[in-house]
């Protein structure tokens, strides 16, 4: 693709230089293990991969979360989107979801979305806390912003974090009601809802560096579906 260099840099969205996110291991309900770790922007394509067949899957809306997780992503990619991370979890190499934010500011951040692959094992809800730990632990923030679409992330944000309705701010994500989940809320929390060990034995952090592997669509869509 041919690109105009100057035009390009005047379109590209300034970023700051974001401390990363280190590594963390968590042991799974059904005895696997999960490397949860940052993900590059050179790493979106494949990440596509995988998020391309939720488009069209209409339950609990992982369309919806799909698509705009596929927007992000690429817009990411791309360099339209501010301050955008990216975190995965792995299973022996595999993807088995994604999660996305961004720092509005210094002390503000956007919760963008939650992917669960491999459902049945809580997968949305530790990397939704990862990525949790990763704004207020790593990056510094005071507060993160929070909506939902799906009933199932109203349960496991709203509800389960106890989160602060927040009536005179709007989400970038639209119309839904923000919530907040403030830096003294998830320290209240952390203990019950945050888990993971550091560091990652070299064995699976070698085999989560190696490749980030994607089941074939067939397979996506029966974690997905296949599980109630």
Known sequence: MKVDLELEAMLRAPE???????????????????????AAREDVPVLLEAVRPTLRIPQDFYDIVGVRLYAELLGWYRYRVRNEYCLIGQVDGYLAGI????????DIGISLHTLAIDRGLRVGSHLFASKMEHHIEY????????????????RRWMIEYGLE???????????????????????????RLVVGDRPVPQEYLDVAMKEIKVADE?????????VK
């Not at 927040?166 to 403030?182: I, M, P």
């Not at 067939?218 to 296949?226: D, F, S």
Request: charged letters at 25%; a positive charge.
């Open 139 to 154: 990056l510094g923030q005071q507060e993160v912003w929070i909506t939902a679409e799906s009933p199932i992330g109203f």
């Open 99 to 106: 999660v996305n934010g961004r720092m509005m500011g210094e």
């Open 218 to 226: 067939a397979t996506i869509r029966e974690k997905i579906i296949g």
């Open 16 to 38: 700051v230089e974001q401390p990363s996110y280190p590594p963390k291991i968590i042991t799974m309900a059904n005895g696997k293990k999960m490397v949860v770790r940052e």
């Open 165 to 191: 309705k927040q009536t005179d701010v709007q989400h970038e994500l639209g119309g839904a009601t923000s919530y907040r989940l403030s830096k003294e809320l998830y320290y209240e929390t952390k203990p």
